[in-house]
Nanobody, 123 residues
Framework: QVNVVESGGGSVRPGGSLRLSCVAS????????MSWYRQTQGKGREIVAS???????TYAKFAKGRFWISGKVVEKTVDLQMNNLEPEDTAMYYC?????????????????WGQGIQVTVSS
């Protein structure tokens, strides 16, 4: 059983910053990584940044140098610091967990998504 909740977000002017937070609550589930994705009405969901339970982080090309993922997957929480935001960053941002559950029999891998949080960058 997994529950993922995002917080933060809002509206900022170009060049501004926002910090998003993600907290997961789990039972019979080991998280291997936690990630931030984003989605607009006209585009598919795309990855922004990801962190493994070993602490290694990866970023989408558009996020490199501007966004920073932090926290501890082992503690089931990660933040996304977003700096120098641009209008193109406007999207719904989602946090997810990728892990393995074992309750009820053979372990299996599955991903759980949060509800998402809106980020709007405009003048």
């Amino acid at each position: 059983q997994v529950n993922v909740v995002e917080s933060g977000g809002g509206s900022v002017r170009p060049g501004g910053s926002l910090r998003l937070s993600c907290v997961a609550s789990v039972t019979y589930y080991k998280i291997n990584s936690m990630s931030w994705y984003r989605q607009t009405q006209g585009k598919g969901r795309e990855i922004v940044a990801s962190m493994t339970n070993e602490g290694s982080a990866t970023y989408a090309k558009f996020a490199k140098g501007r966004f920073w993922i932090s926290g501890k997957v082992v503690e089931k929480t990660v933040d996304l610091q977003m700096n120098n935001l641009e209008p193109e960053d406007t999207a719904m941002y989602y946090c997810n967990t990728d892990g393995r559950g074992w309750n009820g029999g053979r372990p299996y891998d599955y991903v759980v998504w949060g509800q998402g949080i809106q980020v709007t960058v405009s003048s």
